[in-house]
């Protein structure tokens, strides 16, 4: 009889192990060609990090959080939103998609981070429902754009309000050198208490907070940009799309999110206890005024609008920060489109309001 050492089976044994190990982690992170058509099964378990707060209110007061729970999808909710907290956290490797306007995405890929938008929504008739407006110092001259040569404009190069900073001043004619950009992140209230303290005079704040800004600061005033400024997006790390198990859970959620946009227009009282009263701790009279300012929120029927904007932001931004020519193509992920559209249905929104 031959006998094989110990140590000899062990190794083997060890040896079989690791592939073994090695193939499950494989088959666990498929990676997924972006070409490659979105999968239709969601394999139970798996897990998505996602920082979409409205939306999280939504499924949670509509009951549609059940059919992710019956899709197989375990969510793990992150309290983040926006460009900042969500690149940070991407960079960091605890996020894979979050809510933002559309100049988060720009700011990622110039600064190395390989993003993907898979989810467009629009306001309807977004000019009468302005996500910001300008907001002027008590004792500030300001009537129309023409207004703001010369004066003190809170910017911040990296956030959506920065873009519409530019996108003004183009519009009024005016370039930099014309006024004057004090460099200020927008967090919290940053940008009210700036102007109540007058350190500038003109800032883009939440058409929402005009209200209580003109209250609390005697002599404030506000005036519209005629910008449309509507641009929202979830977008996630390349990687999460290119990973199959968590690309056909998104391909779920996405749908699961044009419903819960739907529901929201459908149920305004119901949308603005669950979000505005109980996680934002808005009184019931507020919560109520910022759904009818917010305006109704459309599922496009195409994102060639909305590609052809963020390509017309980009380079304005390129220009005048003098960051690198940006092909936005690269930057969304259009197999997500036709998931949105069929979730809407003959809801979706064509014409102008695309």
């Known amino acids: 009889m031959i006998t094989i050492p110990r140590k000899a089976v062990l190794a083997v044994l060890a040896t079989v192990l690791a592939t ?17 058509a979105l999968p239709d099964k969601v394999p139970s378990g798996t897990t998505l990090r996602i920082g979409d707060p409205q939306i999280q209110a ?32 991407f960079r960091a490797d605890k996020l894979d998609c979050s809510s933002v306007a559309d ?3 720009l700011f990622a890929a110039w600064t190395g981070t390989s ?14 429902h302005p996500i910001y407006k300008l907001g002027v110092a008590p004792g500030v001259n300001v009537a129309s754009l023409a207004d703001l ?28 050198k014309d006024v004057q950009l004090i460099e200020l992140t927008s967090t ?26 003109e209250a ?27 990973d199959a198990d968590r690309a056909a859970a998104l391909k779920v959620y996405v749908g699961i999110r044009t419903k819960a946009l739907l529901w929201a227009n459908d149920h305004p009282a119901e949308f603005a206890k669950a979000y505005y009263q109980d996680s934002q701790k808005l009184s019931a009279a507020d919560a109520k005024a910022v759904v009818e300012i917010n305006g109704d929120k459309g599922i496009p029927a195409t994102w060639d609008n ?22 936005v193509t690269t930057l969304v992920d259009r197999r997500f489109e036709k998931v949105q559209a069929d979730a809407a249905g003959d809801r979706v929104v064509t014409g102008d309001a695309t």
């Open 103 to 105: 100049i988060p995405s």
């Open 306 to 327: 909305a590609i052809k904007r963020l390509q017309e932001t980009a380079d304005l931004l390129a220009t005048e920060q003098k960051h690198d020519k940006l092909d």
């Open 149 to 176: 040569r010369g004066k003190k404009i809170a910017y911040s190069a990296g956030q959506a309000q920065g873009a519409l900073v530019l996108r003004v001043l183009q519009k009024a004619g005016l370039s930099q």
């Open 188 to 213: 919290g209230d940053s940008y009210v208490t700036s102007l109540g303290t007058k350190a500038v005079d003109v800032a883009p704040i939440g058409a929402q907070n005009i209200k209580l800004y």
């Open 20 to 36: 073994g190990a090695a193939c499950g982690s494989e088959e666990a992170t498929t990676k997924l060609e972006l070409s490659a």
């Open 58 to 89: 939504i499924l949670g007061a509509s009951g549609l959080d059940e059919e992710l729970s019956a899709a197989g999808i375990t969510t793990e909710w992150a309290n983040i939103s926006g460009g900042p907290q969500s690149i940070q956290a």
């Open 216 to 242: 609390k600061y005697p002599g404030a005033t506000s005036i519209n940009t005629g910008i449309r400024d509507d641009a929202s997006t979830l977008y996630c790390l390349t990687t999460a799309v290119e």
């Open 115 to 128: 993003t993907k938008i898979v989810f467009q929504a629009v306001t309807i008739d977004p000019l009468d």
